[in-house]
């Protein structure tokens, strides 16, 4: 997701809800209900890349094929006037007869908007919200976001959906001027990105601005599947002229503002050094965790998890005989066995891609005994881009469209096959797919709810159950004959611990970026390159890497609360049912879901 999408109207819960109409029929308030599809055809009519990744730009919606979401100035104050306008007509609707039900998606949706308003009202740059405070960087933004969005979400069926394609493409080049004058803004507020994160954008930029016309992915996409589809016409040459003329000159623009920025740039990581930065920090742990925990809280319980888990997978190791050096220097031989890598090459991708969808069926296969609802959805595992390889994460999920015609995907980053052994592998998947993002995901897109409650996005509560998930997957039983799989579980556990510890220390506790690699690599035995990604990742997502084990804690202390309250009446795919179709809610809500879950076990 990116930034504009995350804080996008009505909040974070309609980052990505929304229809023309209701797709799905939800019980409980009519008022209410129609209150939340206002809310939802108000923010679709503003995201039209959310429009095309939900299946929903065809018939009154079909003109939003042919846009892209506008990011001007002018539209960032437009969105955050629609969020407080909506904020009032939410808290003057009268509560007092709401069911259970409806008084939950009432407080969902609050919470999302208040969040933004109070942001928006409080913090000036990065378009007025907490969590993400740079227009250009590694990880995110136009340049980075629009053409894997054009390659793998636009559809192209028909003449009209490539000469839709052709208007994006046209208007791409608009799109990153937009986000270059956010950052001019940003600039003159006093908010720059740290220089490293300036030199991995730069990379980025101009390898995606080197690449000839004729093979730009802008293009090619284009090409190949009006061809596949039989749409006779020069569709090559009408996008290459349109990326010549439209694309080019607004990506110069933007490499241009950029080496200016990196001349001035400090080294500094942390948003300490912005303007009310410690605050911006608060603000953005709460925005991704949903939580109120301070920098010096999470530092504390990151540092203690690391130990815990730490000596956990001391014992795995000396069990496989690996018995030489720190519990880091232990996984960084694990990293360098040659015997635990695929071949750095195509047939080697292409092998570690087909042993990954063995592993999705295998633990398809034990959902019944852990969930009684399933997804109807499916997911396919793919390849990052190439073109954004360098500066993205391990590995990342794209959600189903809600008319089914778009399975799920989960995106694996394959630029190095060093950096995904086999031991770790499992633990990505189920992770990233199921019992995972996928899952949960989809679950909450088929499940009867509100529009804008169905696709909701609280960080926390998603990432928090992903992160869940890789501990259930080895209650399944997944590692049962795969000792190194399970090291790399816990691994994987004492990474999201880890993260505490550095968001927090270069944050809140003023680390260097330098600092914060050491303890990455020191701690889990992770190769520099990688450590390198996920330092800069936390330096740009202030307060994102917080919520997945924070969110995991949460999961897991409501279990054995529920485990605790109910003795025998407690069954786990009731647990999972509750928490699951309610669809994603803030931490501070989601006890209150499960309370519902033990007081109807109870009878």
């Known amino acids: 997701m990116n930034r504009r999408q995350l804080l996008a109207t009505a909040g974070a819960t309609a980052a990505f809800a929304g229809a023309a109409g209701r797709v799905f029929a939800a019980p409980g308030s009519a008022d209410l209900t129609a209150l939340f599809d206002v809310f939802v055809k108000e923010g679709l009519d503003r995201q ?14 079909a003109a939003q094929k042919s846009q892209l979401t506008d990011r001007s100035q002018a539209a960032g104050k437009a969105n955050q006037a629609l969020a407080e306008d909506q904020l009032r007509r939410l808290e003057a609707f009268d509560a007092g007869a709401l069911t259970a039900a409806d008084a939950l998606n009432r407080d969902v949706v609050l919470y999302g908007l208040r969040q933004q308003v109070e942001n928006a009202r409080r913090f000036k740059y990065a378009g007025g919200g907490a969590g993400a405070p740079y227009a250009i960087n590694q990880l995110y933004g136009v340049y980075h976001d629009v053409p894997d969005f054009l390659d793998s979400q636009h559809a192209i069926v028909t003449r009209a959906d490539a000469d839709a ?37 730069l990379a980025q930029l101009e390898a995606f601005r080197a690449t000839p016309a004729d093979r730009s992915v802008l293009v090619t996409s284009l090409a190949r599947r009006a061809k596949e589809k039989g749409l006779d016409g020069d569709w090559a040459g009408k996008a290459s002229k349109l990326y010549s003329e439209k694309v080019v000159p607004a990506l110069d623009r933007q490499i241009a503002l950029a080496k200016a920025q990196r001349a001035g740039a400090v080294h500094e990581a942390g948003v300490w050094r912005l303007p009310d930065g410690p605050a911006y920090y608060d603000a953005s742990v709460g925005f991704w965790t949903t939580t109120r925990l301070s920098g010096d809280e999470i530092h504390a319980t990151g540092l203690d998890l690391v130990g815990k888990l730490g000596a956990r997978a001391d014992v795995l190791m000396k069990a496989q005989g690996l018995t030489q050096g720190t519990v880091g220097q232990r996984f ?20 570690l891609l087909a042993d990954l969808n063995l592993k999705v069926a295998a633990v398809q296969a034990r959902l019944p005994k852990y969930f009684g609802v399933l997804p109807k959805a499916t997911v396919e595992i793919r390849r990052v881009p190439a073109y954004t390889e360098a500066g993205s994460p391990g590995g990342y999920y794209q959600q189903a469209s809600l008319d089914g015609k778009r399975p799920g995907a989960y995106y694996i980053n394959l630029r190095d096959t060093a950096e995904d052994p086999t031991w770790s592998l499992p633990t990505l998947t189920y992770h990233e797919a199921i019992p995972g993002h996928h899952l949960q ?62 968001d927090s220390g270069m944050h809140a506790k003023r680390w260097s970026r330098e600092k914060a690699i050491g303890y990455v690599t020191q701690t889990l035995g992770d190769q520099d390159t990688a450590a390198t990604t996920e330092v800069e990742r936390y330096c740009v997502w202030p307060g994102q890497a917080c ?26 795919r009731g647990f999972h049912d509750a928490g699951l179709t309610s669809g994603a809610v803030p931490l501070d809500i989601l006890p209150k879901v499960i309370d519902r879950y033990v007081a109807s076990a109870r009878g």
């Open 332 to 351: 960084r031989a694990m990293y360098e066995d040659p015997k635990f890598r695929y071949p750095n090459t195509d047939a080697g991708k292409a092998k």
């Open 48 to 61: 039209p890349e959310g429009v095309t990744s939900l299946g929903l730009d065809t018939g009154p919606r």
């Open 441 to 502: 995901i989809s679950i909450a897109q088929e499940a009867p709810l509100p529009l804008i409650r169905k696709l909701s996005f609280y960080s926390a509560y998603v990432e928090g159950w992903a992160l869940y998930s890789e501990q259930l997957a080895d209650e399944m039983g997944m590692y049962q004959d795969d000792p190194y799989g399970q090291i790399g579980y816990l691994h994987d556990a004492m990474f999201r611990a880890v993260r505490l510890v550095v």
């Open 165 to 201: 394609y052709l208007s994006r493409l046209e208007a791409f080049g608009p799109a990153v001027d937009q986000d270059s004058e956010q950052a001019r803004v940003d600039q003159a507020l006093g908010v720059v990105p740290p220089d490293f994160v300036l030199d991995k954008a």
């Open 547 to 572: 919520g997945y084990m924070l969110g995991k804690l949460t999961w897991l202390k409501l279990r054995d609360q529920s485990r605790a309250a109910l003795g025998s009446r407690f069954d786990i």
